[in-house]
């Protein structure tokens, strides 16, 4: 992000108190941009490398089909990308932008535009025009039923960050100037004003004490020579339990770090690594961020990859997350279902991910317990068979 134009969104979202703000204040917090820069991106990879891992099923009904089309969105997309780079820079460009799109070449490789120009219509079909990718420019336009395009979230993500950075940008910069006096080491100088008389001794006084704070400030070991007439003099950099600890840097930089995570709705303890209830959270994100995800995704592509007719006729694209638990893990609730005659085998497999056997007995329902109704004889007493 251009440092100027992160000014002067700042100063115009705060124009009634733009009399109130220090530039040099700003000037530090914007340095920390490193602090923002690396939550955004965090958080953007960690949901762009589960996305990443999804398997694209083409279906025709059960049957699953493994075609162009498949081959594009698994494998490889384009000349110069594999499907996991592909999918991790769409998620990428979609959660940073807000909105992502995928313009196919003549050739038929699908690509993802670096920039283009949206034009939306109340009535008509809205169209693309100026699409760049890298550093080719298309001259012709695109019209919404030739591309894939997406949209992240209904308001742009990028003003939310940036008005939380503004606060926490501030307070890290504090903290970290904060700490670096802490512990610095400070001296004085005690000069005879009367060798310095002259504006060329007064010069190389100046130039001397300069390449001592210099030395001081960036070698390990320094000799300070004394010279008649200045005397150096080194304090100490006062107690060291003033000031804040290195602990309150890290407090504020993991709270920035965690309100950009709940915004993006990554659970604050996946990203630390904490390993408390981790399959809860791995269940809740996937439930209630990737799922979402993957739908937004899965229905543009039946939009635009099959006609009304193919889809009622049982054509469409399905996209199966990454699994989150082991299969063995499954082994008792899946024996469960199939003895109890609920699901078939071929159900059971399709749910876990698998494709549908051909053995026709997987089509068959099983009860290998005693599950019979419960009838009522004549006196009123039920009956187990």
Known sequence: MNI????????????????MFDIEMFEDTSNRIHMKKLAIDTCIAFLGRTIS??????KNGTTLEKDELYYRLNVRPNKNMTSSTFWETFIHKLVYDNECLII????????????????????????????????YLFKRSFRQNEVFHLKYRNEKLSPLIDGLFTDYGDLFGKILNSQKRKNQIRGTVDMDMIAAK??????????????????????????????????????????AKNGQSVDEINKVTNG???????????????LHGDMADVEKQ?????????????????????VKFFTMEEYL??????????????????ASSIDKLISSGAFTGNEIRQEAGFEPSNDTNLDKHYITKNYTEMQSSEGGEKNEA
Do not use: C, W
């Open 282 to 302: 791995t269940k809740n994100y996937m439930l209630f961020t990737v799922k979402p995800l993957l739908k937004k995704v899965a229905d543009e592509g039946n």
């Open 53 to 58: 891992q999804s398997e694209f099923k083409i």
């Open 4 to 19: 100027i134009g992160f000014l002067d969104a700042i100063l115009k979202r705060n124009s009634e108190l733009g009399f």
């Open 198 to 239: 002259t504006p060329e001794h007064q010069a190389k006084l100046q130039e001397f004490i300069n390449n001592m704070y210099k030395a001081i400030g960036e070698k390990d070991i320094a000799i300070v020579p004394q010279q008649k007439g200045t005397e150096y003099k080194e304090l100490s950099g006062g107690n």
């Open 256 to 270: 920035f770090f965690d309100q950009v995570a709940m915004a993006i709705g990554i659970p604050i303890s996946l």
């Open 104 to 135: 196919q070449a003549d050739d038929g490789d699908l690509l993802i535009a670096d920039d283009f120009q949206h034009n939306e219509y109340a009535v008509l079909e809205d169209t693309f025009t100026n699409v760049t990718v890298k550093n």
């Open 313 to 330: 006729n049982g054509q469409k694209l399905e996209i199966q997350s990454i699994s989150y638990r082991n299969l063995f893990d499954l």
